[in-house]
C-alpha cells in the first residue's frame, strides 16, 4: 500500500511538472515574439512618418562646405515675409545659399532624418522669443549651393503678438546665419459701418529697394514693391480694395537717356492689394525704344532711375555706378565689402540691388 501510495504522488508529480513547463514554454513563447516584433528594424518610412522621425544625435554640420557664408535670398525675403491687412504674419518659402550638406563626420545630411535637427527659424518681437519653426530642406538647386526652406503652416496671429519691431533669425542645425529685421503697425478705420476696423501693414525692405534681374532670356527687369494703405480706395465700390497704379521708368546714363519701360508711349499698369507690399515690374528698351536692354549695355558710367507713380509726389530715385563693364554692387551686396554675413543682400548671379536716395 505505501509503494500505491509513493507512486501515484510520483505520477502527480511529474504531471504537474509537465503542465507547469508546457505553460512556460507558452509563456517565453508571447514574450519572444513581443521582443521580436520590438526589435525589428524599422522600414524606410512613408511620407506620412517622416514628420516623427529624430535624428539620433545632435547634427554637425560642416561648415567648410563653401567657402561662401550662407545668406537669404533678398527677393524670396520680400515675398515670403507676408504681412495681411487682416493680422496675419506668414513665413513663407524662402531661399537660402551656400548651408553646408555635409557633416563633420564627411556623411551628406538626410532631408528627412535630420529634418527636426536641419534647418528652422525663430521669431522675435521686440526682442522677445515668440515661436520657432522647423523647414523642409530637401529642395536644392545649383549643385547644392541653394536650398529652400519650405513650410505650410509658419503663421503667426498678430492680433495676438501686437504691433512692433519683428525680427527672423534662419538657423542650419545650431548656428544661426541670417538676421531679417521689419516693423508691423496698424491703421484705425473711423468708419463704424467699415468691414476691416483696423488694418496691419509691415514696413521694412520692401520700402527701401528697387532692383534689376537679369531673366533667362538675357533681358534686364527693372523692379520694386508697392502698396497702398487705403481702407476704401474706390469709393464708387466698397468691395473694391485693389488699387490701380501707373507709373513710368526713365534711366539716364551720365545725364544723358538711356532707356525707359518696355513702351515708353505709356505708362506701366499695376494693381495693388490693400496693404499688402506687391511686385511691380517691367522690361527696358533704349531710350529710342530700338532695342531691349540686356545686361552687356550697361557699360561704363554713372547711372540713375526715376520712377514716378501717379499719386506719389516725389519721383523714386536709386542710382548706380558701371566699371569695367560690371554693375558695382552696393556694399551691403558686395561679399568683400559686407562685414556682417548676417544681413547680407543676398542677390545670388542675377540680382543687382539698389537702394533709395
Not at 506701366?268 to 532695342?291: N, P, Q
Amino acid at each position: 500500500m505505501k509503494n500505491v501510495k509513493q507512486i501515484l504522488g510520483l505520477t502527480i508529480l511529474i504531471l504537474f511538472a509537465a503542465t507547469s513547463n508546457a505553460q512556460l514554454k507558452g509563456l517565453g513563447s508571447k514574450l519572444g515574439k513581443a521582443a521580436i516584433k520590438d526589435e525589428t528594424p524599422v522600414a524606410s518610412p512613408s511620407n506620412k512618418e517622416t514628420s516623427a522621425i529624430k535624428p539620433s544625435k545632435k547634427l554637425e554640420l560642416d561648415w567648410n562646405t563653401f567657402n561662401m557664408a550662407p545668406a537669404i535670398t533678398m527677393s524670396s525675403l520680400l515675398y515670403g515675409t507676408q504681412v495681411s491687412n487682416s493680422g496675419n504674419l506668414r513665413l513663407n518659402t524662402y531661399t537660402a545659399s551656400f548651408i553646408p550638406f555635409k557633416k563633420t563626420d564627411g556623411s551628406m545630411v538626410n532631408s528627412v532624418y535630420d529634418k527636426d535637427g536641419f534647418l528652422k527659424i525663430k521669431t522675435y518681437k521686440d526682442g522677445a522669443l515668440i515661436k520657432e519653426f522647423i523647414y523642409d530642406g530637401g529642395t536644392t538647386f545649383d549643385d547644392n549651393k541653394l536650398r529652400k526652406f519650405i513650410s505650410e503652416t509658419c503663421d503667426i496671429s498678430l492680433k495676438e503678438t501686437g504691433t512692433g519691431m519683428y525680427r527672423i533669425d534662419f538657423y542650419a542645425a545650431d548656428k544661426m546665419f541670417y538676421t531679417f529685421d521689419f516693423e508691423v503697425y496698424k491703421l484705425a478705420n473711423n468708419d463704424p459701418y467699415a468691414k476691416l476696423n483696423e488694418m496691419y501693414l509691415s514696413r521694412g525692405p520692401w520700402n527701401k529697394y528697387a532692383w534689376m534681374e537679369q531673366q533667362k532670356s538675357g533681358n534686364m527687369v527693372f523692379g520694386f514693391y508697392l502698396n497702398h494703405e487705403e481702407f476704401q480706395p474706390n469709393a464708387a465700390d466698397p468691395n473694391k480694395t485693389a488699387k490701380d497704379v501707373n507709373w513710368t521708368i526713365n534711366i539716364t546714363k551720365d545725364d544723358k537717356p538711356f532707356a525707359t519701360q518696355y513702351d515708353s508711349r505709356k505708362p506701366v499698369k499695376g494693381k495693388v492689394e490693400r496693404g499688402v507690399w506687391t511686385e511691380m515690374s517691367t522690361a527696358m528698351k533704349t531710350a529710342d525704344g530700338l532695342k531691349v536692354i540686356q545686361l552687356p549695355d550697361f557699360t561704363d558710367g554713372a547711372y540713375k532711375v526715376e520712377v514716378k507713380v501717379d499719386g506719389e509726389v516725389k519721383s523714386r530715385i536709386y542710382t548706380f555706378n558701371v566699371a569695367n563693364n560690371k554693375i558695382v554692387l552696393m556694399n551691403e551686396q558686395d561679399r568683400s565689402k559686407n562685414t556682417d554675413s548676417t544681413k547680407l543682400i543676398e542677390g545670388w548671379n542675377n540680382f543687382y540691388w539698389f537702394k533709395l536716395q
